[in-house]
T-cell receptor
Framework: AQSVAQPEDQVNVAEGNPLTVKCTYSVSGNPYLFWYVQYPNRGLQFLLKYITGDNLVKGSYGFEAEFNKSQTSFHLKKPSALVSDSALYFCAVREWGNFNKFYFGSGTKLNVKP | GAVVSQHPSRVICKSGTSVKIECRSLDFQATTMFWYRQFPKQSLMLMATSNEGSKATYEQGVEKDKFLINHASLTLSTLTVTSAHPEDSSFYIC???????????????FGEGSRLTVL
């Protein structure tokens, strides 16, 4: 069975500082991993994905994520946080076949303070 | 990227009535769409997988007679909450992935969500 875990309910960071939102995964087979962001009362927006290739994946709005197979992690990072980055972030894993279901983590609320 | 349109964004209804939510893929065909429910400050719960031209596949614990899903075309799926009650109040989100050939980029594209309030 596929699953992802986001160990932090909330992450607080000052504007201009680097940020990390953690995600670990458990999959059978190759992992297909994604990060999404959700603003209040909105749907989810795609940030980035890892399917294969380079372990460092670059995505939208200056975000990047590092795939680490030995630690089964896919942490989301940004070198310099903006107040506008404050939102809810979801890590997800896709199950190929079986209707290609996505399984989402519990979400991490990122608060960037001025 | 691909665009998924969801309507209505907000709906308020009386207990006992039915509410229909539409999900459309605007610039791509989606043989499969997914319906999620999100409770306040919680993650997304997959309710069902909607397949064009066939019956939806519901997740365990989701009442198929309560949440009717129809996927009549490659660009439209609907979720009908029948005989709604206050406990059905929630944020419902649909999503779809681009299927087939080079268009399959792997990620899901989400609608903007529908906030249902049952009085």
């Amino acid at each position: 069975a596929q699953s992802v875990a986001q160990p932090e309910d909330q992450v607080n960071v000052a504007e201009g500082n680097p940020l990390t939102v953690k995600c670990t995964y458990s999959v059978s087979g190759n992992p297909y991993l994604f990060w999404y962001v959700q603003y209040p009362n909105r749907g989810l927006q795609f940030l980035l994905k890892y399917i294969t290739g380079d372990n460092l994946v670059k995505g939208s709005y200056g975000f990047e994520a590092e795939f680490n197979k030995s630690q089964t992690s896919f942490h989301l990072k940004k070198p310099s946080a903006l107040v506008s980055d404050s939102a809810l972030y979801f890590c997800a894993v896709r199950e190929w076949g079986n209707f290609n279901k996505f399984y989402f983590g519990s979400g991490t609320k990122l608060n960037v303070k001025p | 990227g691909a665009v998924v349109s969801q309507h209505p964004s907000r709906v308020i209804c009386k207990s006992g009535t039915s509410v229909k939510i539409e999900c459309r893929s605007l610039d791509f065909q989606a043989t499969t769409m997914f319906w999620y429910r999100q409770f306040p400050k919680q993650s997304l719960m997959l309710m069902a997988t909607s397949n064009e031209g066939s019956k939806a596949t519901y997740e365990q614990g989701v009442e198929k007679d309560k949440f009717l899903i129809n996927h009549a075309s490659l660009t439209l799926s609907t979720l009908t909450v029948t005989s709604a009650h206050p406990e059905d109040s929630s944020f419902y989100i649909c999503s779809a992935s681009v299927t087939g050939g080079r268009a399959n980029t792997g990620e899901l594209f989400f609608g903007e969500g529908s906030r249902l309030t049952v009085l």
